[in-house]
C-alpha cells in the first residue's frame, strides 16, 4: 500500500506531539508499505514554497517552505493556493492509495480539495482544536477557557489576527511590544491596550465587521471537514467537541494514540532521596507551568523537588512569559534542566516519581502522559478534557481543579504527607497501545476506506 502523511511540521525540525506521532507513525508503517510525507518548514533564508525532496530513513519526504508573516486577508491564513497547488504535484508524482492528515494549520485547507480532485481516500487525526478554534486550543488571548464558542466571542478572541494590512500591521507591531513587556496575570491593562489598538486600526468601526470572516471561517472549515472520509479523535472529550461543532457523529471516531516502547524497555528509574515532581514540555502559558511553580512554592522543599524538563518557546502575545518563570523557578527544590533530545526521554523520566501536567486548556490525549505511564510514573493532572479520561483519580495518578494551584497543592501533599502513595498509583497505570499495534489498525481504517472507495 502507498500511505501518504501530511502534517504542519516535521522532525528534526518540530518535535511537537502531533509532528512526533506522525513520524512513529510513519516508521512503522513504512516496515511494510511504501510511506510519503509532505509537511511544511520555515526558513526564512529560502525561497518561499521551495519544495525539497529527499529520503530519510526509508521514508520519502517533501518539505514546503512557508515562513509565517501577514497575509493581506484573514481567510489566506487557513488557505493557501499555493500550497495547495505544490500539493498537487506531489499527489500525481506519488501517487498514494490513501492519505492521513495531521494537521494542516500553516499549511492550506484546500490539499482536501486536491485529494477530493483525485477521488483519493482520506483519514485525518484531529489533534487539536483548529478547525473550530483559530488559536486551536479553546483558550482566549487571556488565556481564559472559551466556555462559550459564538462567533461573536470568536470574533472578540481573533480581531488582532483580522487586521492583517497596511497601518493596522505596524499598529499590531506596537501592540505586540507593549503587552509582551506586561506580566502574565495583568489583564486589565493588556484588555486596555487591546482596545485602543483595535479602535486604532479598524477606524473606529468596532469590531461587528469580525463577525462575518469568524462565520466564513467556521464554515469553511466544516466543508473542509466534510470533504475527508474518516475524522480520527484521540479523546472522546475531543470527538464531543467536533460533533457538537456540526461534524457528524458517524463519521468521527475514537482512537488513542500508539507509542514507540523501544526508549523504555529496561527502564530503570534512579533512586533519589525525596519524592521527585516533574514537568516534561515546552513552557509556554497554556501548559501552566506557573501553576505548577506557585502550587509547589508551598511543599516542604526537604521532602519533594520539582525537575522542569523543556525549552522556552515563543508564544503569541506573552513574550514575557520566560521572565515570569524564570523568576518564580528561583526557589529551594526547584531544577530547571533544559531542553532534551527524543531519544533522551527515557532518561528524564528516570529522574521523575510522579508527573504534574498542569494545563490550563482542554487538552487532547498528551503524549506525555502515556509516557510517564510507560516509565511507571503517576500523573498529577488536570480534571477536564481529554487529560482527565487517561488519568484515573486515586487508581493511576491524582485530579485537580484545573488552573487552581491551591488544588493542585494539596494533591501533591497527598505524596509528600504519604510516601507510600505513589508505589500504589504504580499498581494502578494502564498498558500504553504501542505504535506497532497502533499502524496496524491504521492500516485496516485504511483498507476499509479503500475497498469502499
Known amino acids: 500500500m502507498k500511505i501518504a502523511h501530511v502534517i504542519h511540521g516535521f522532525p528534526p525540525h518540530n518535535n511537537a506531539g502531533a509532528e512526533t506521532y506522525t ?101 485525518m487525526t484531529l489533534h487539536d482544536y483548529w478547525a473550530i478554534c483559530p488559536r486551536g486550543q479553546l483558550i482566549d488571548s487571556e488565556l481564559q477557557v472559551c466556555g462559550d464558542s459564538s462567533e461573536a466571542r470568536c470574533a472578540q478572541c481573533q480581531l488582532l489576527q483580522l487586521r492583517t494590512s497596511g497601518f493596522s500591521q505596524k499598529a499590531f507591531g506596537l501592540y505586540k511590544r507593549i503587552t509582551g ?31 462575518g470572516p469568524i462565520e466564513r471561517r467556521r464554515r469553511h472549515m466544516l466543508e473542509t471537514l466534510g ?106 527544590g526547584v531544577n530547571m534542566r533544559g531542553s532534551y533530545l527524543a531519544h533522551e526521554i527515557a532518561g528524564v523520566f528516570a529522574e521523575i516519581d510522579m508527573l504534574v501536567v498542569p494545563s490550563i486548556w482542554y487538552e487532547n490525549s498528551p503524549l506525555v502522559i502515556h509516557e510517564a505511564f510507560m516509565a511507571s510514573a503517576p500523573v498529577i493532572t488536570s480534571n477536564s478534557g481529554g487529560m482527565a479520561e487517561l488519568v484515573e483519580h486515586g487508581v493511576s495518578g491524582l485530579l485537580f481543579e484545573q488552573n487552581d494551584a491551591q488544588s493542585l497543592r494539596d494533591a501533591m501533599k497527598k505524596s509528600t504527607d504519604d510516601p507510600t502513595l505513589i508505589e500504589k498509583l504504580r499498581a494502578g497505570i494502564p498498558r500504553v497501545k504501542t505504535i506497532e499495534d497502533d499502524a496496524a489498525d491504521m492500516v485496516v481504517l485504511y483498507t476499509r476506506l479503500i475497498e469502499n472507495r
Not at 252 to 265: H, K, L, M, V
Request: hydrophobic content about 35%; some cysteine; charged content about 30%.
Open 181 to 211: 513587556t506586561l506580566h502574565l496575570g495583568n489583564n486589565f491593562m493588556r484588555g486596555f491596550l487591546r482596545r485602543i489598538y483595535l479602535r486604532i486600526s479598524s477606524g473606529g468601526k468596532g469590531d461587528k465587521d469580525a463577525i
Open 23 to 123: 513520524y512513529k507513525l510513519a516508521l512503522a508503517q513504512a516496515r511494510t508499505h511504501e510511506v510519503s510525507i509532505f509537511h511544511r518548514i520555515e526558513d526564512a533564508r529560502a525561497p518561499k514554497y521551495k519544495v525539497k525532496r529527499e529520503n530519510r530513513e526509508g521514508l520519502d519526504v517533501w518539505s514546503i517552505n512557508n515562513s509565517l508573516g501577514y497575509c493581506d486577508s484573514y481567510e489566506k491564513t487557513y488557505t493557501n493556493p499555493a500550497v495547495a497547488e505544490a500539493f498537487g504535484r506531489f499527489l500525481d508524482e506519488v501517487r498514494p492509495d490513501v492519505v492521513h492528515i495531521g494537521h494542516l494549520t500553516h499549511l492550506s485547507t484546500l490539499i482536501a480539495d486536491e485529494l477530493k480532485k483525485r477521488q483519493i481516500p482520506t483519514v
Open 227 to 332: 470533504k475527508i472520509d474518516l475524522l480520527i479523535a484521540p479523546s472522546n472529550f475531543l470527538r464531543e467537541q467536533y460533533t457538537k461543532f456540526g461534524v457528524e457523529p458517524e463519521k468521527i471516531i475514537y482512537s488513542d494514540y500508539g507509542f514507540d516502547t523501544a526508549p523504555f524497555e529496561g527502564f530503570e528509574r534512579k533512586p533519589g532521596d525525596k519524592i521527585r515532581f516533574g514537568f516534561v514540555g515546552s513552557i509556554i502559558p497554556t501548559k501552566g507551568l506557573h501553576v505548577l511553580l506557585e502550587a509547589f512554592d508551598g511543599i516542604d522543599p526537604g521532602k519533594a523537588e520539582l525537575n522542569v524538563f523543556g525549552g522556552f518557546t515563543q508564544f503569541y502575545e506573552f513574550d514575557d512569559y520566560p521572565q515570569i518563570i524564570k523568576k518564580a523557578a528561583n526557589r529551594p
